[in-house]
């Protein structure tokens, strides 16, 4: 049935929420998976008379992706350990169509996603990110609904 899954994550632990049911299904349907970063970064514009380091640009990326790439690799030897088999992407550009573009270009069956990952006042990553793919995609979508419990408020805590 499932014999490709790409799992979108963004190194939060409310995307990872994903993680557990995807090693399922993969294990029970000898699925293979791709694991896909998004760096939403864009390539940068200047106004007239502006100035920017391009130099401290590149190595900042160079940063972000080598970090991106280390965070991945823990997940793909974790589940190459179990015999799954599994590879990872970092694409560039708006995340929603990252995603979709993905799924085509390598064919996958299903995505499998938490419906919010980096979220909080900061970022709402997910959340709009898990509505725009549901809209766009032209095939399964398994959402998960991620909720990460918050450390209990030690004054409202009972002893």
């Known amino acids: 049935m ?5 799992v979108p994550l963004d190194g939060s632990l409310r995307a990872e929420t994903i993680l557990p049911h995807v090693e399922g299904l993969a294990l029970k349907l000898h699925a293979s998976v791709t694991l896909l970063y998004v760096d939403e970064t ?5 106004e007239r008379d502006e100035v920017v380091d391009v130099n401290t640009y590149l190595e900042k990326r160079r940063k972000r992706i080598k970090t991106t790439q280390a965070y991945l690799q823990t ?3 974790k589940w190459r350990s179990i015999d799954i088999d599994v590879q990872m992407r970092i694409g560039r ?3 929603v169509a990252c995603i979709i573009d993905t799924a085509k270009r390598e064919s996958v069956d299903l995505v499998a996603m938490a ?3 980096q979220g909080g006042t900061e970022r709402t990553f997910y959340g709009s990110v ?3 793919v549901l809209n766009r995609i032209d095939r399964p979508l398994l959402l998960i609904r991620s ?3 918050k450390p209990a408020d030690p004054a409202t805590a009972s002893a």
Request: no cysteine; hydrophobic share 45%; net charge positive.
């Open 130 to 132: 898990a509505v725009g």
């Open 2 to 6: 499932y014999r490709k899954i790409l």
């Open 115 to 117: 419906s919010h990952g």
């Open 42 to 46: 864009s390539d940068f514009t200047l």
């Open 75 to 77: 997940i793909v030897d």
């Open 147 to 149: 909720r990460i419990a």
């Open 93 to 95: 550009g708006g995340v």
